[in-house]
């Protein structure tokens, strides 16, 4: 089940790392006897780079990031194109995003409790699948539909490990990177020598390709335990089991439920989510409407590039709200289920009421209804109305100036 895939696109995130930082700053290896990873020593170099990243990031490059961006705003009008803006706007959010996941694998507390909840998560799945499925299992995970999520998880990788750095390379080496344009302007010159250039479009694509690692690190963290949530829900209840049996995975996926949730709060920027969403989602629909207008510079990069960010957005939205959504409507259905059968029993009816229903809230506060019944689809209903909302306001704005 999701053990075993989980298991091989850990493995892929942490060689991912390594290979995006030149094996020079990280802070995981993968045992390949034992089948997991491991925190390095902090007296190593390996993690004392990655520490040093960190401090760079935050001193170094957010700073860059602010100035580019005071250059924009007082830049005189027609000196800086849609993709030199569009760029900064990109930038800007992967580092306001990816800061804490650094400032979290900094602490060497963090890294070990990461790799215990981690692992935690996936042998929990694995007990399960022992315990309830000791024999033909690929027909069980065929029907419930654990392919298709499969298929996903492995184009994000793909994505995020193989193709991103890519696109990140070029970038970097063109004239629309944000740190060139930054050079530019400090050095208040028209180009720069190709050695100090090649310097700079380095430095910013190891530093985003970082990021980019780290950050799939961490959201695949919190997928790996909405996946098993909604897995083991839908079988709790779809299969017969003895009431202790039924209580017994109950519990022990709220369990789960609650180490996710404590590491998706350490992270930060995972409970913002839908904050940060809206954001990239609004920016990528107003470029993507702009492009099209009579009169604009169109560019096939930012057309491109918009269309990735907003399906990218769309995409952990719905991961993050509606499987969790249907997760819990499957645990209160479960709860109802367990009631009508044991509800006239003195002592287990008391058990099952004691019950709330499974659920991953990945936010900072939550309200009486969220902590009663779970995450609901309006959620995500509200994350449409909101985009739609205000890439409206924005584009009529534009179009009174």
């Given at each position: 089940m999701w053990h075993l895939i989980g298991t091989r696109q850990f493995e892929v995130c942490i060689k991912s790392i390594?290979?995006?930082?030149?094996?020079?700053?990280?802070?995981?290896q993968w045992e390949g006897k034992e089948g997991k990873a491991v925190p390095i020593k902090s007296y190593s170099r390996k993690y004392q780079g990655f520490q040093c990243y960190a401090v760079f990031c935050t001193l170094i490059i957010l700073p860059v990031y602010f100035l580019r961006w005071y250059q924009i705003l007082t830049a005189s009008p027609g000196s800086i194109t849609v993709i030199q803006?569009?760029?900064?706007v990109v930038g800007t959010i992967m580092m306001l995003v990816g800061l804490p996941f650094l400032w979290f694998f900094s602490k060497k507390s963090n890294l070990r409790k990461f790799v215990t909840y981690f692992h935690e998560v996936l042998n929990l799945d694995k007990r399960f699948c022992a315990d309830i499925f000791p024999q033909n299992l690929a027909p069980q995970s065929k029907n419930l539909r654990l392919t298709t999520?499969?298929?996903?998880?492995?184009?994000?990788?793909i994505m995020a490990c193989y193709y991103s750095p890519a696109l990140v390379i070029w970038i970097s080496f063109s004239d629309y990177a944000p740190l060139y344009g930054f050079a530019l302007h400090v050095l208040d010159v028209t180009s720069i020598h190709f050695a100090l250039r090649v310097i700079i479009a380095t430095v910013i694509s190891i530093t985003i390709s970082i990021l980019t690692s780290v950050g799939y690190l961490c959201a695949f963290f919190e997928v790996s335990g909405i996946v098993v949530l909604y897995f083991w829900s839908k079988i709790l209840r779809n299969k017969e089991f003895s009431f202790s049996k039924t209580i017994q995975i109950y519990n022990q996926l709220k369990l789960m439920t609650i180490l996710v949730q404590e590491i998706g709060h350490d992270l930060i920027s995972v409970c913002l989510h839908h904050a940060y969403a809206v954001i990239i989602s609004t920016i990528a629909m107003y470029y993507f409407v702009v492009q099209f207008t009579p009169g604009k510079q169109m560019s096939i990069l930012v057309t491109y590039t918009s269309?990735?960010?907003?399906?990218?957005?769309?995409g952990l939205e719905m991961l993050a709200i509606c499987f969790v959504a249907k997760a819990s409507f499957m645990s209160r259905a479960t709860l109802r289920k367990l009631f009508m059968d044991h509800g006239k029993d003195k002592?287990?009816?008391?058990?099952?009421?004691?019950?709330?229903p499974n659920s991953i809230s990945l936010e900072f506060l939550?309200?009486?209804?969220?902590?009663?019944?779970?995450i609901g689809m309006d959620y995500f209903v509200r994350y449409f109305e909101r985009v739609q909302s205000h890439t409206i306001n924005w584009l009529l704005a534009t179009n009174l100036d």
């Open positions: 390594h290979r995006n930082s030149l094996r020079c700053a990280y802070f995981l803006y569009y760029a900064c999520v499969t298929n996903i998880v492995n184009l994000i990788n269309l990735l960010m907003l399906f990218g957005a769309t002592n287990r009816g008391k058990i099952v009421r004691s019950l709330q939550d309200s009486v209804d969220t902590i009663r019944n779970g």
